[in-house]
Structure formats: C-alpha cells, structure tokens
C-alpha cells in the first residue's frame, strides 16, 4: 500500500510551501493545473487544496514527511521543474488504471486524495471532465513509479527527525 498524506493544508502551510521552493504563485498555480486566482485563494482564504496536490507540493519544496525526489533540492532545481512534470490532466481511463495499480478500492481512492466517493468516480467516467488535476497525476506517477523522469524515494528514518 502507498502511503499518502491526506491532510488538507491551511492556507499558511500551503504559503510555507510555496516560500521553501521559491517558486511564485504562478508557477505553483501551473503546476497544480489550476488559474492564478484559485490559488492565490487557496493562499489567503483556506479554499481547500487536496491531499494529492499537497503531497506533490511538500515534495517540491523537499519536506514531505516520507518521501523525497532522488537528486532534487528546492535550491538548485525548483526553477527547472516545470520541465520535468507532466502539465496534462490525464484521460479518465489512465486515472482508473493508476487507481488499480496502487491496490485502491474507489473508496479508498476517495478517501486517500480528498474527494468524495462520486467526486472520485467522476475521474474514472469518459463521459465527465472531472479528472484529477496534474499535481495529483504525477504524484500517483511518482509513487507507482511511473513518472517518466522522476524518481521517488523514501526518506530514512534520520532524515525524520
């Protein structure tokens, strides 16, 4: 099983983030998959920024609790690392396929990344455009690892503490 970190960041924490990769507003808003405004809100009115987003967010800014990307530090390649996420939202199909690949029942998928359970099946329906935004994807890339040019590893239990 995978783990995640389903806390739902404040609008402090997710500024604290932001300020640790040196990246601006913009460029996050990118990254999510997200407008300037829906973050810029997201900083300064708690509107919510779900589980997986976050979890990519604290990986960027190399202080997620259990993982880190081999060879990165926010200091040195923050500026480049645009180039190197996946800036697409993925076809439902792909969001049902890294589902299964992570042993996720819908539910628990659910659950794990903050949505509701319809909320969740909706990514998975051809039919519907709610899919999971391009944070969310790479970070189920990097966790499967999958993600065609990152690489996802644990932290050590020093690099805890």
């Known amino acids: 099983m995978y783990d995640v970190i389903t806390e739902v960041p ?16 913009t460029e996050l808003a990118t990254i999510i998959g997200i ?7 997201r900083e300064t009115c708690d509107r919510a920024t779900y589980p997986g987003e976050y979890n990519l967010l604290m990986l960027l ?4 609790p259990l993982y880190r990307i ?22 439902a199909a792909e969001v049902k396929r890294l589902r299964k690949a992570m042993g996720l029942k819908l539910q628990e998928a659910a659950d794990r990344f ?21 944070a969310e994807y790479n970070f189920m890339l990097l ?13 050590k239990a020093s690099e805890l503490n």
């Open 10 to 25: 404040t609008s402090e924490q997710l500024k604290n983030v932001r300020e640790r990769t040196g990246l601006t507003q």
């Open 35 to 41: 407008n300037l405004r829906n973050y810029q809100l």
């Open 61 to 64: 800014a190399d202080n997620h």
């Open 70 to 91: 081999k060879g990165y530090s926010p200091e040195k390649d923050a500026a480049g690392i645009t180039e190197k996420l996946l800036l697409a939202e993925p076809e």
């Open 114 to 134: 903050g949505y509701t359970l319809s909320a969740w099946k909706s990514k998975e329906m051809a039919s519907k455009r709610g899919t999971l935004r391009q």
């Open 143 to 155: 966790l499967l690892d999958e993600h065609p040019t990152l690489k996802l590893i644990k932290r």
